[in-house]
């Protein structure tokens, strides 16, 4: 072993110079997802949907599919979106509101958490779970709700959906 050679923090024996997990090779897991962007057209018009390890985010939500304007809200709304994806369940249920602003896009977006009803418990009671909410707000009136899961598939594809908004006329 070299002295002061980097080791994978997941596979700590495995240089990350020769790990896969750490180049990006590894495939798909339920722990380590890829995630990745496929370009469309839903009647007639642009879009990208988010794939998990090449299939739907979420099996009760067949496409993550958006075009041009939620994207740039997204990505308006990224550092919100990757504090939302690497908190606990306690900070996102204490996820302060705000609203965030891209001048350069014409955009101003509230940003709160609801709590949305995700599974029943044994018991009979309805667990919820915080959703991260983004709101345009006038002229605007997009939204978008999203879970843990889709905060951190977004922040996965952040520069691939920043090169699409290129594609499409939008400048950073």
């Not at 072993?1 to 798909?28: D, I, N, T």
């Not at 900070?91 to 955009?107: C, D, H, I, K």
Request: with cysteine; glycine share 6%.
């Amino acid at each position: 072993m070299v002295v002061g050679e980097e080791r994978c923090p997941k596979y700590p024996s495995m240089p990350k110079a020769y790990c896969s997990h750490c180049q990006g090779l590894e495939r798909g897991t339920a722990d380590n997802p890829r995630f990745s962007l496929v370009e469309d057209y839903f009647n007639g018009c642009p879009v990208v949907e988010v794939l998990k390890n090449g299939g739907p985010v979420h099996v009760w939500d067949e496409h993550f599919r958006f075009g041009q304007r939620r994207a740039e809200i997204l990505i308006a709304c990224m550092a919100s979106l990757r504090e939302f994806w690497l908190s606990t369940d306690d900070q996102r249920r204490a996820f302060a509101s705000r609203v965030t602003e891209n001048q350069t896009r014409g955009l101003r977006i509230q940003i709160y958490v609801e709590m949305h009803p995700d599974f029943e418990h044994s018991t009979g009671a309805t667990i919820d779970r915080p959703w991260l909410r983004l709101h345009a707000l006038p002229p605007d009136n997009a939204h978008i709700g999203l879970g843990m899961m889709k905060c951190q598939a977004i922040c996965a594809v952040e520069e691939h959906l920043k090169r699409w908004l290129r594609k499409q006329g939008v400048p950073d």
